[in-house]
T-cell receptor, first 115, second 114 residues
Framework: DSGVTQTPKHLITATGQRVTLRCSPR?????VYWYQQSLDQGLQFLIQ???????AKGNILERFSAQQFPDLHSELNLSSLELGDSALYFC??????????????FGPGTRLTVL | GDSVTQMEGPVTLSEEAFLTINCTYT??????LFWYVQYPGEGLQLLLK?????DKGSNKGFEATYRKETTSFHLEKGSVQVSDSAVYFC?????????????FGIGTKLQVIP
């Protein structure tokens, strides 16, 4: 158990819909990362937050957005869903302090299926 | 920008065979290097790491040495087991603009057959 929790574990929805994925980081971790993992694209970095502020953006579509709340949990919002958005979505957290080699701890993932 | 290149799989080995998964990187500055492992149906978990040149990370019989001169961090294990079947990701982290940036390789699937 990494200490990172993600809900829901599975999500099945239809094209055009909007969903929200939730992540709670390990206690004490300030950084949260979101990744998308699909069979043909591998592990794709989406976005990073540190202590409530966006710090880095990867290959995140405009239909996707995220935020990190004052209690440090994070939500990833996916809208106007398409079939190609079906994937595993992972959240990871790390301490995030500068100057420290920063191990990421991954949650178990949310499997999104868009029908 | 930073990048990590690792061999594409799948890699299929017999039990007790020697394993090498190659990983090379491009980065400015002095990154830390990691190997993560993803078992079927699970998230990624840290396997080992090295934070400076010539450091050797090791865990569960796996080893990797941070080679700055060849910008490599190859993963090795002397005798693999069926339970080692998983996807292995090489990654680096580097501080840039006041925060950590992590870059993952594409992952190498290892299948060990009895």
């Amino acid at each position: 158990d990494s200490g990172v929790t993600q809900t829901p574990k599975h999500l099945i929805t239809a094209t055009g819909q909007r969903v929200t994925l939730r992540c709670s980081p390990r206690s004490g971790d300030l950084s949260v990362y979101w990744y998308q993992q699909s069979l043909d694209q591998g592990l794709q970095f989406l976005i990073q937050y540190y202590n409530g502020e966006e710090r880095a953006k990867g290959n995140i579509l405009e239909r996707f957005s995220a935020q990190q709340f004052p209690d440090l949990h994070s939500e990833l919002n996916l809208s106007s869903l398409e079939l190609g958005d079906s994937a595993l979505y992972f959240c990871a957290s790390s301490v995030g302090r500068s100057g420290t080699p920063d191990t990421q701890y991954f949650g178990p993932g949310t499997r999104l299926t868009v029908l | 920008g930073d990048s990590v290149t690792q061999m594409e799989g799948p890699v299929t080995l017999s039990e007790e065979a020697f394993l090498t998964i190659n990983c090379t990187y491009t980065a400015t500055g002095y990154p830390s290097l990691f190997w993560y492992v993803q078992y079927p149906g699970e998230g990624l978990q840290l396997l080992l790491k090295a934070t400076k040149a010539d450091d050797k990370g090791s865990n569960k019989g796996f080893e990797a040495t941070y080679r700055k001169e060849t910008t490599s961090f190859h993963l090795e294990k002397g005798s693999v087991q069926v339970s080692d079947s998983a996807v292995y990701f090489c990654a680096l982290s580097a501080y840039s603009g006041g925060y950590q940036k992590v870059t993952f390789g594409i992952g190498t699937k290892l299948q060990v057959i009895p």
